[in-house]
């Protein structure tokens, strides 16, 4: 089994700064190579990825939009992930969802239609 669960959403002011965290717990998903990353989702728009990280070689990738002021980071010995965000715009109010794909390579890893394992999405309200 994957179970992923995301905490650290809530109200924010712009300029601020939020840290998102998620717990991955696997079972019979050791030692293999994966890709983790952090998506967000408005109403009606597609779920768009914000920033991933490889485990294996730890190559990360960010959105444009986000670049210079999010930062993605894992702990292993927690099994989790991490989204610090920081500057943040009203533009980046969205639900937020931690995502695992089990697989050794990814041609756009910022695609959320290659991930299979989803948590249940934290929400971040940024006001002007």
């Known amino acids: 089994y994957v179970q992923l669960a995301e905490s650290g959403g809530g109200p924010v002011q712009a300029g601020g700064s939020l840290t998102l965290s998620c717990v991955i717990s696997?079972?019979?998903?050791?030692?293999?190579?994966?890709?983790m990353g952090w998506f967000r989702q408005i109403p009606g728009k597609e779920r768009d990825g914000v920033a991933v990280?490889?485990?294996?070689?730890?190559?990360?990738w960010y959105a444009a939009s986000v670049k210079g002021r999010f930062d993605i980071s894992r702990d292993n010995a927690k099994n989790s992930l991490y989204l610090q965000m920081h500057s943040l715009k009203p533009e980046d109010t969205a639900t937020y969802y931690c995502?695992?794909?089990?697989?050794?390579?990814?041609?756009?890893?910022?695609?959320?239609?290659?991930?299979?394992?989803w948590g249940q999405g934290t929400q971040v309200t940024v006001s002007s």
């Open positions: 995502a695992a794909a089990f697989v050794p390579w990814l041609s756009d890893p910022l695609r959320s239609r290659d991930y299979k394992y």
């Open positions: 696997t079972s019979g998903y050791t030692n293999i190579h994966a890709f």
């Open positions: 990280v490889a485990t294996g070689g730890g190559a990360i």
